[in-house]
């Protein structure tokens, strides 16, 4: 499984920016798809999921609202588009894969990681 992460930048607060990862490698029925962050000195910290197939969505209580996962199955894409950014949202965000998806939140659930891309929030 190959995941490719783009579309980070900089922006400035209450900006928006649109995540993209390219997906590759296998069929990706039963897997979910994640994003996940992290900052400088954090620990990763859960984002979004989406289940590929029937796209159902989850995401973190600092997301909510604010930012929406999507899929493209034809495609082989997972969008991540972000709105009203706030500075601590900077991060380096990563697109993962899992085939179980059971704990979604759980980094340790996912078995592949694309290499990232930063977003950075000015104030």
């Known amino acids: 499984v190959q995941l490719q992460a783009s579309g980070g930048g900089v922006v400035q607060a209450g900006g928006s920016l649109r995540l993209s990862c390219a997906a590759s490698?296998?069929?990706?029925?039963?897997?979910?798809m994640g994003w996940f962050r992290q900052a400088p000195g954090k620990e990763r910290e859960f984002v979004a999921s989406?289940?590929?197939?029937?796209?159902?969505?989850y995401y973190a209580n600092s997301v909510k609202g604010r930012f929406t996962i999507s899929r493209d199955n034809a495609q082989n894409m997972v969008y991540l588009q972000m709105n009203s950014l706030k500075p601590e949202d900077t991060a380096v965000y990563y697109c993962?894969?899992?085939?179980?998806?059971?704990?979604?939140?759980?980094?340790?659930?996912?078995?592949?990681w694309g290499q990232g891309t930063l977003v950075t929030v000015s104030s």
């Open positions: 490698g296998r069929t990706f029925g039963g897997y979910v």
């Open positions: 989406i289940t590929w197939s029937a796209g159902r969505t």
């Open positions: 993962a894969a899992s085939s179980s998806g059971t704990y979604y939140w759980r980094g340790s659930d996912y078995n592949d």
